[in-house]
């Protein structure tokens, strides 16, 4: 695991931007922390990083949103609305996840049956200010 402060919005997009340099297409990015943590901040960088041009914002009403990237297909699943997975239409997240698409998946939680073997998890908070502290661990790792 690797542990890393940011100290402004910026330092959290340029993390993202550096985190999506390292994956590839199927990968699948769990982010975890509590509310105004920065998890769409985060995306939003590794979006910019990954070609994605246009506006990057929480999909929190929507599920997901997909982006076209310069060199890849990116989803954003925000899932904080969700109590669970297993009430919803069975395939609700199959569009979001698949071997050509990087996923960043927000509140990943209720889903997690879902979400098996995520490529790399993120979990964020508040070091006060806009600081924050965010552990980087790897599947590769041992989650």
Known sequence: MSTRTTRSPE???ALGAEVAAGLDPGAVVVISGELGAGKTTFVRG???AL???GA???PTFTIG???RGDRVAVAHLDLYRLAGIDDE???LL???LDAETITFVEWPAGAADRLAAPTLEVRMS???ADARVIDLESASQGA
């Open 11 to 13: 330092e959290t997009e």
């Open 46 to 48: 590794a979006c910019r």
């Open 51 to 53: 070609g994605v041009a």
């Open 56 to 58: 990057v914002t929480s």
């Open 65 to 67: 949103r997909r982006y």
């Open 89 to 91: 239409e069975p395939a």
């Open 94 to 96: 199959d569009d979001y």
């Open 126 to 128: 508040h070091a006060g």
